[in-house]
C-alpha cells in the first residue's frame, strides 16, 4: 500500500482565507464530470479557431459567437467549479461574489484543478526520481564511484 499525505491549499477571496482539501475520488469524479461540458465547449471553441474559413462570413460569426459566450461565462464557470468544490466557500457565495474580484477566482480556480487533477505533484516527483536514477547511473557508468584512496 502506497502511503500519502493529503495535502489541503488556502486560497483568499475577498480578504478571507478558505481552507481546499482534496475530494474523495467519487466526489472529485462527480465535480469534474459536471464540468466536462462547460470547459469543453471552451476548448471546442479555441480548436476550430485555426480551422475556421475566414473569408466566409456566417463560419467567422459562428466562431465569434462561441469564444464570446466561452469568455463571457468563463469567470462564472470558474466560481461554479470552485463552489461545487468548497462547501465553505460555497455558504460564503454571497459575500464572494459581492466582494471578490475575477483575479481572485481565477487563482482559487487553479488550485482546484490541482486537487482534482493531481498529476503536476506525482509528475514532478517521477522528474526528480528519474533525475536522480540518470545521475546516480552517470557516477556508476563512469566509473567514479566517489573519493577512493590509492597508494602509489
Given at each position: ?39 469543453g465547449k471552451v476548448i471546442g ?108
Amino acid at each position: 500500500m502506497v502511503g500519502m499525505n493529503v495535502n489541503s491549499v488556502k486560497v483568499t477571496m475577498a480578504g478571507r482565507e478558505y481552507e481546499l482539501k482534496p475530494l474523495p475520488i467519487r466526489r472529485a469524479r462527480e465535480v469534474r464530470q459536471r464540468f466536462a461540458n462547460p470547459v469543453g465547449k471552451v476548448i471546442g471553441a479555441l480548436k476550430s479557431a485555426p480551422k475556421t474559413d475566414l473569408s466566409d462570413v456566417n463560419a467567422m460569426g459562428e466562431l465569434l459567437d462561441a469564444v464570446k459566450l466561452a469568455l463571457v461565462d468563463s469567470i462564472d464557470t470558474c466560481l461554479e467549479l470552485v463552489f461545487d468544490f468548497s462547501e465553505e466557500m460555497r455558504a460564503d457565495r454571497e459575500r464572494i461574489e459581492t466582494e471578490a474580484y475575477d483575479e481572485e477566482a481565477l487563482a482559487a480556480l487553479v488550485e482546484v484543478l490541482k486537487l482534482l487533477y493531481p498529476f503536476g505533484g506525482l509528475l514532478k516527483r517521477l522528474t526528480g526520481l528519474a533525475a536522480l536514477a540518470t545521475s546516480m547511473s552517470s557516477v556508476s557508468a563512469s566509473g567514479d564511484d566517489g573519493p577512493t584512496s590509492s597508494t602509489t
